[in-house]
């Protein structure tokens, strides 16, 4: 049985500690996996969900309501230890929380949090939207003005 374990003489290596100073191996930090999330910014939650692994791992969990590591792992063509390296990308940015059960830590997605970034998401796309809209503009006059070059526009 291996217990996911903080070393105290080893610092947290981006959310990942190392088991003993004999081994190599970096596993999950508990405590960043088991805490309460803070939120995190417009970039973040891009880089989060911009990973198409991450966002299987994601759609996963929802179909199952919760899962653990290994189970998501047997579903995807990645490692487990890759599977728990996303888990902490999504961890920190909100989108999942830890609970542990036994032995077992269970995650589950955090639907606030999809709500938040969906707003987030549809707010950029508007943003891109009205900035085409006004490329559009922009492209439409430079056309009639190459189609019609003796011809000045009159302003109202």
Avoid at 13 to 18: E, K, M, N, Q, V
Avoid at 48 to 69: F, N, Q, S, W, Y
Avoid at 70 to 87: D, F, I, M, S
Wanted: glycine fraction near 6%; aromatic fraction near 4%; include cysteine.
């Amino acid at each position: 049985m291996l217990l996911l374990a903080h070393c105290e003489s080893e610092p947290s290596i981006g959310g990942y500690a190392r088991l003993s100073p004999e081994t190599s191996t970096l596993r999950p930090d508990p405590r960043l996996l088991l805490a309460p999330r803070r939120w995190v910014g417009r970039d973040e939650l891009w880089s989060a969900i911009g990973d198409p692994t991450r966002r299987r791992v994601l759609d996963l969990i929802l179909d199952r309501g919760e899962a653990t590591a290994t189970v998501l792992a047997g579903e995807l063509p990645v490692t487990r230890q890759a599977v728990a390296k996303h888990l902490v990308v999504l961890g920190r940015a909100g989108f999942v929380e830890a609970r542990r059960e036994g032995r077992e830590v269970r995650y589950g997605v955090r639907p606030q949090r999809l709500d938040a970034a969906a707003r987030s998401i549809a707010s950029v796309a508007a943003q891109w939207d009205a900035r085409l809209v006004a490329i559009k503009r922009i492209a439409e006059a430079a056309a009639r003005a190459r189609d019609n070059p003796h011809r000045q526009e009159t302003k109202p």
